[in-house]
């Protein structure tokens, strides 16, 4: 299986997950990590399965990512999987991760969120059970 994880994080979280859940999946197989600047959306590697994750910035998915994401080209029925973060208290954008890549006529396979400061004693941290979490995830790619 190859897989190819694109993220984008501003604050090392979306960075940190992406770490992680490439050490599952390379238990799987070949695993590629890029982020937007190094994504090119015409030309993605090939890949059975597509990570996509990104962080919620003012009121909408990171703008680097939601731009990659909607200009992606070549993925027909390609697979992929979203990971969302976002603040408390705020909604999730996986609905609008999945419209962008659905346009793209690719297939979602799963989907994560995490809302940062969820039990912990920062506003900006992964709640304690994310790499519980995050392995579960792991298991359905």
Sequence with gaps: MK????YWSRFGNNRKLAEHLAIQLGKKGEVEILTPEKADPASMPMADLYVFSAAAEKFSIQSDMK??????MNL????????NTHALGF????GRMDKLLS???MAKVAEIDFRMGDGTDKGNGLPPDWEKRLDGFAAKL
């Design 3 to 6: 897989y190819v994880i694109v």
């Design 67 to 72: 731009k990659l994401m909607k200009n992606l």
């Design 76 to 83: 027909e029925g390609r697979k992929y999987a979203i990971i």
């Design 103 to 105: 346009k793209s006529n």
């Design 91 to 94: 909604k999730n954008w996986l």
